[in-house]
């Protein structure tokens, strides 16, 4: 298992988790809205909780995106391309959001893959201001009443990140919200998760990075640098954990398939919900 220096110091721990409530909702987004302004009317009086948003065949008038890329000077461990920006009309065909808060105010975090105008497929990190619904759009949306992600300086990777934050103290609850450190086995320290909440297992959902990505069926994906989102996922105490992905490294080539449990660290972060099985 491959392992990165960061700019920053370690840390003695592997992940911040907090527990939550959470409500499993179908929400319908404005056609011309803003993918991230339509989320927060959708949600309303609920706009203040955290949630994982999963996008699927929605029609996009325009969009931006970036790639993983390499960092330019030693204060940070990889960076982001320039901004790509597809021709239109496109399609997001399936992404993945962590919805949360930066300095106060809605923000987004989004993996995921899209087409423009000439039909070819591309994965990367989506810009939260910039993509416009062209059609009325469904979403599903795991919402979070005790708990969300709060973009927070990190000192291990010189990134501001999302972090999960506590809403009310002291709260059970069937989801946790958890943030990974780089260069832990994301499988086991999942599964390590769920196990010190007492639980028998977890479906896994969530966005982020991991230095390359080893497949169980023998594939690698070389890159250092990527930015992936689950398409499946669950662990649990007695089995590997079984993590489907889809990925994309430096040169913009993605890869999806089951990753070989035991084998992929994390490189960034990586924002994963866990629902309680």
Not at 42 to 65: F, I, M, P, Q, T
Not at 108 to 126: A, E, I, K, N, P
Not at 208 to 225: H, K, N, P, Q, T
Not at 246 to 271: H, Q, W, Y
Request: proline residues 5%.
């Amino acid at each position: 298992m491959r392992t990165i220096k960061q700019p920053g110091p370690t840390t003695s721990h592997n992940h911040v988790v907090c527990l939550s409530q959470y409500e499993h909702v179908t929400l319908s987004l404005s056609a011309g809205c803003a993918l991230l302004a339509g989320l927060v009317n959708a949600l309303g009086d609920k706009a203040a909780c955290g949630a994982h948003v999963e996008v699927r065949n929605a029609a996009v008038s325009a969009l931006d995106y970036v790639g993983p890329a390499p960092a330019p000077d030693e204060t940070h461990a990889a960076w982001y391309s320039e901004t790509r920006t597809p021709s239109m009309p496109g399609v997001i065909e399936d992404a993945r959001l962590t919805y949360g808060f930066r300095e106060g105010e809605p923000f987004f975090h989004c993996h995921g893959s899209w087409r423009g105008r000439d039909g070819v497929s591309v994965t990367g990190h989506l810009l939260p201001d910039t993509a416009i619904l062209a059609e009325d759009t469904d979403v599903e949306v795991w919402l979070f009443s005790d708990a969300r992600f709060d973009v927070t300086p990190c000192a291990v990777t010189n990134f501001s990140l999302f972090t999960p934050r506590a809403l009310h103290p002291s709260v059970d609850g069937d989801a946790a919200l958890v943030k990974l450190y780089p260069n832990c086995e994301i499988g086991e320290e999942l599964a390590a998760v769920s196990a010190f909440l007492g639980w028998e297992g977890a479906d896994v959902k969530g966005i982020g990075s991991i230095i390359g990505a080893v497949f169980d069926d023998g594939r690698v994906l070389e890159s250092y640098a990527t930015e992936f989102y689950f398409t499946d996922g669950r662990v649990s105490a007695d089995a590997p954990a079984d993590l489907h992905l889809t990925i994309v490294g430096i040169d913009g080539a993605a890869m999806s398939g089951r990753l070989k449990p035991s084998a992929n660290a994390t490189f960034i972060t990586c924002e994963v919900i866990l629902l309680r099985r």
